[in-house]
């Protein structure tokens, strides 16, 4: 295959393909016309079903830059074949991966056949494309293959460019000129009529056979029978099409309430206009409302804030804050690297597609703005929902095994169907009786009804899941379920409560701790910079009068007593900046004077003396694990920035002196006891930093050199549910891995306390060292005590650092004394481990049980990771930053049932793990069902096969031994079906699985 006309397209992505090119070749075309119309139209099947013969059976070999079709194979294990026309417009000027400026714009959109409003003088360029799953691919002259156009970060925007050249607006003929190539900004779910659902679900190969067998032993006038399977088949139709008409509606009706909804954007020239949401393209800029909105597309903030509930995306309904992106090409010293725009990097600027704007706080005289950056299928909603139109296939090795089984079953149909034939052509049998009882040996050994039998355990099971509150979208997977032997957990709102409180605090000064100390709201603390951080360093804000934001957030601020006042709308525009929150203590909780006042106006203005206002946030980024603000307290010259965060990050962030020698081990006593502890920080800002350079420093220059505060102590209890569940997955012999953001000393004592752990196992952290000084990849092994086994002086667990360099990377000698150990690590280390040890990996899968700082793709990675090692996975969790491991998983639970989740295969209602052995059991009895109906389908037809062959012989005067070969061979699939088909062991029942009686 020559290298110019076999490629990769979205290479490094989930949906990475090969394509090769095709074009239409006329003799092929017609010698495949009159083999349909032979053999009556039963010749275009195979071709249906298999586009890659489609296409090597009509069409030749051609480069990509001149085929006229496209055939695409996924390079993942499914190995899917896909097919596509490649169509062609006429556009104006350069072409879409060159800048799209205002010079080569026009007024309208142009096709081959209507390129309307064309001038003669314009110059035409032919710009090649096609369509697969909802995406474009436009031909790229600079690679030389197909590429998407997603947005305007495709066109290498940087962010001061947005800020210069973008946030300035477009005129009308630029926006015509790119809607060429954005297309409409709409999510186009597309409800198929029944008609075409019902083509599509026929010609399921089951279902022709199916087809060909009623017509057959209509013949034979075997007509019960017949009846029979006609009605089944027409049962598991009419609920297969019912099932898939509502999912479409339902995901048609989820995306339709932000399609189509009328927006202000500003023209080039300062005008408003008011135009539908489809009409906007990337590089529009559009005004947010003040009383809120929901999202009709992607869209980067360059004026004012927005209070943003995400839950569409993250299940969480906890209001985020987005700020106005910074603006690095003022040249102003000390501000952020001009980088290019992207959304991953900048998400805290960007609101996403379906997500609600709650409210807006703007500038004097200036609307809150957002400059477009994505739009339709390629918003991070338009993803989500290509995710669940086009599901990746359900890899089960049941199917796999049963399509194996039925090809031998039709090996031995086409020995009997071959045998029959000449056996009836020697006996002078009629022509008519030769093809229908010869027809009739197939449908006798490939079982017609299996397909419709198969599929009663899984309905069952699902009509009892709806009644436990577990919800199914892919009820195929039910069967999965039955295999489950791993199941990953979430820890905070999954296997502990939603909720935490706060338990006591540590305050540190000169350089050592001070008692610990559980009341916050005292006199001598109220103003102390450990209790201002507290009451500054949060994203919260007033909706409709009540205070709203992060859990964390909230227990923490309402900790101090201390008062929030956002300003109001009137207030605001009366500024030429946006009017900072301000936080100030209570009248009550302040240090009172030696001398009371004589006057109730002094004690008023001792309180107005500590309001604070909050001028900038750097909201908490979950890659960074720490959150910052800029503050200033009413009456001072110089700004203060406020950190809190991981501590081992705010740790590393503060000068030396000020962190206590003994911070490890105190961190380490909180955390090993199940708690949660939030690090703080201060620092003293420049007196030469203007308000105007702190709205575009970096904060790495803000976030540096502080001064060490303190610990905030949480505590987050156990669901009542939890120890229970885990308890009877293992003895079920099903494996439970915690997979979650938090500490990992913290998640290790949650492990212990929920049983996971359990109390005589030792735990092994694995600390992975990437390159550093040209020194190799290295791996610190800690052999951690058991909680309550050392002195609070004494070390919590003891070092020993094997050799792992990347030559000989292999603990197992010194793991051999240890029966029972589990390995915990962090989402730093897990990276370093699949980077430098690959190896060694899967020794750590194996007896990994907690994987604690992991980031939502590190989720998704080990989930990838534990199928290859033959795991059949599940995974649980609350869907806030889940979504990409519940879809990857064999099996996804989310306890969430905000929008999500709705890629999830399986929502449940109640909202614990109480879900996952209900879910396992019903799988578990589906699955055995599954078998049973299997067994029995195939021995039945082998026992009419024997009969009818049987008969052949007898008729025919032939001895049995004549057919010795054929019931060996019988005898041989029986085996065959027992040993790789074999009915789930006693064990498997411990859950209470009953199969089904069919």
């Not at 139109?389 to 009997?416: E, M, N, R």
Request: proline share 5%; with cysteine.
């Amino acid at each position: 295959m020559m290298e110019e006309d076999h490629k990769v397209i979205n290479q490094g992505q989930e949906d990475e393909m090969e394509i090769s090119g095709y074009r239409m070749c006329r003799w092929k075309l017609f010698l495949v016309g009159l083999g349909a119309v032979g053999t009556g139209g039963f010749l275009l099947l195979p071709l249906y079903w298999m586009p890659h013969w489609l296409l090597r059976a009509t069409c030749s070999r051609a480069t990509i830059g001149d085929a006229d079709m496209v055939l695409l194979r996924t390079t993942d294990e499914f190995k899917r074949w896909f097919r596509a026309r490649v169509q062609w417009m006429l556009a104006p000027g350069k072409k879409p991966f060159n800048k799209l400026d205002s010079q080569t714009a026009v007024t309208n959109g142009h096709s081959k056949h209507d390129p309307i409003g064309m001038q003669p003088s314009q110059h035409l360029v032919e710009i090649r494309y096609f369509t697969l799953h909802s995406t474009t691919y436009f031909w790229n002259d600079m690679i030389q293959n197909f590429e998407v156009l997603k947005g305007l970060e495709d066109l290498n925007v940087t962010c001061s460019a947005i800020h210069s050249e973008h946030s300035a607006g477009l005129t009308k003929h630029m926006q015509d000129y790119r809607r060429l190539f954005f297309g409409v900004n709409e999510i186009d779910v597309k409800v198929p009529s029944v008609f075409k659902l019902l083509i599509k679900e026929v010609l399921n190969p089951f279902y022709i056979f199916q087809f060909f067998s009623v017509i057959l032993w209509g013949f034979e006038e075997y007509y019960y029978y017949a009846a029979a399977i006609v009605f089944m088949s027409l049962v598991s139709i009419a609920t297969s099409l019912y099932t898939i008409k509502k999912q479409y509606v339902m995901l048609h009706d989820m995306v339709a309430s932000h399609s189509v909804v009328r927006v202000s954007v500003v023209r080039a020239n300062n005008e408003i206009e008011e135009m539908m949401s489809t009409d906007l393209v990337p590089g529009d800029v559009m005004i947010i409302p003040n009383n809120g909105a929901i999202m009709p597309c992607d869209a980067v903030l360059v004026s004012g804030t927005c209070i943003v509930n995400e839950s569409m995306l993250t299940g969480e309904s906890v209001p985020v804050t987005k700020t106005n992106l910074p603006n690095p090409g003022q040249g102003l010293m000390g501000l952020e690297v001009d980088a290019v725009y992207s959304t991953e990097e900048q998400k805290r600027h960007t609101l996403f597609c379906g997500t609600l704007v709650i409210q807006t706080r703007f500038y004097s005289g200036e609307l809150v703005k957002a400059v477009v950056v994505r739009t339709g299928f390629s918003t991070a909603k338009g993803q989500l929902v290509r995710s669940i139109l086009y599901p990746k296939p359900t890899d089960f090795k049941l199917y796999h095994d049963a399509y194996l089984f039925l090809l031998c079953l039709v090996g031995v149909a086409a020995i009997g169907f071959i045998y029959s034939i000449v056996l009836s052509i020697l006996n002078k049998v009629p022509a008519r009786t030769i093809i229908t009882e010869s027809l009739d040996i197939i449908t006798i050994t490939v079982p017609p009804a299996l397909p419709a039998a198969m599929t009663a355990g899984i309905v069952y099971a699902q009509r009892r899941l709806k009644h436990i509150g577990i919800f199914c979208i892919s009820p195929q997977r039910i069967n999965i379920c039955g295999q489950l032997n791993l199941v990953c957990f979430d820890k905070t709102g999954t296997l502990t409560e939603d909720g935490l409180d706060l338990w006591g605090i540590q305050r540190a000064e000169s350089g050592s701790f001070c008692l610990s100390e559980v009341n916050v709201c005292q006199e001598t603390l109220v103003t102390s910079p450990f209790v201002v951080c507290m009451a500054t360093c949060h994203s919260l804000t007033n909706i409709n009068g009540q205070l709203s934001g992060d859990p964390l957030d909230l227990k923490m601020f309402e900790a101090t007593g201390w008062l929030l006042q956002e300003a109001t709308e009137e207030e605001t525009s009366l500024h030429n900046q946006i009017t900072p929150t301000v936080v100030r203590p209570p009248r009550q909780v302040l240090p009172q004077p030696a001398t009371p006042p004589e006057h109730e106006m002094e004690l008023n203005e001792l309180s107005l003396s500590y309001e604070i206002g909050i001028l900038r946030q750097f909201p908490f980024s979950s890659a960074l694990q720490r959150m910052s603000v800029v503050a200033r307290r009413l009456g001072e010259k110089h700004m203060d920035a406020y950190l809190k965060g991981a501590p081992e990050v705010v740790a590393s962030l503060c000068r030396r002196e000020t962190v206590p020698g003994n911070f490890s081990q105190v961190l380490e006593n909180y955390t090993k006891l199940g708690f949660r502890v939030i690090a703080l920080a201060h620092r003293h800002l420049e007196s030469r930093l203007t308000w105007h350079k702190m709205q575009n420093i970096s904060r790495d220059l803000v976030e540096n050199n502080m001064e060490f505060l303190g610990l905030i102590i949480m505590q987050n209890k156990l669901k009542a549910e939890t120890p229970m569940v885990l308890e009877q997955l293992r003895h079920a012999n099903i494996r439970s891995v915690m997979v979650t953001g938090d500490n990992i000393l913290t998640a290790v004592s949650v492990a212990r306390d929920c049983g996971m752990i359990p109390p005589q196992d030792r735990v092994i952290i694995a600390e992975a060292l990437p390159p550093a000084d040209g020194q190799p990849a290295r791996i610190e092994w800690h052999y951690m005590d058991e909680p309550g086994l050392h002195d609070s002086d004494a070390a919590p667990f003891e070092v020993v650092q094997i050799g792992m360099g990347e030559e000989d990377p292999d603990p197992d000698e010194d793991l051999k004394p240890l029966e029972h150990y589990h390995f915990a690590m962090s989402g730093k280390s897990f990276t370093v481990v699949t980077e430098h040890f690959q190896d060694l990996v899967y020794k750590l899968l194996l007896r990994g049980t907690v994987f604690a700082r992991m980031t939502p793709d590190q989720k998704t990675q080990l989930v990838e990771l534990l199928q290859s090692v033959d795991y059949f996975v599940g995974m649980c969790g609350d869907g806030a930053n889940d979504c990409g491991a519940l879809k990857r998983a064999h099996s996804g639970i989310s306890l969430s049932e905000l929008e999500a989740s709705v890629a999830s295969p399986f929502t449940s209602k109640i909202p614990n793990i109480s879900c996952v052995p209900n879910l396992i059991r019903e799988g578990r009895a589906a699955l055995i069902t599954s078998f049973c109906v299997f067994k029995f389908m195939a021995l039945y037809s082998m026992i009419q096969y024997i009969s009818v062959t049987l008969l052949y012989s007898m008729l025919s005067n032939l001895g049995d031994f004549q057919f010795l070969f054929i019931d060996v061979a019988i005898i041989l699939l029986i085996v065959f079906t027992n040993s790789r088909l074999p009915g789930l062991p006693n064990a498997c029942l411990s859950l209470g699985a009953t199969p089904e009686l069919v």
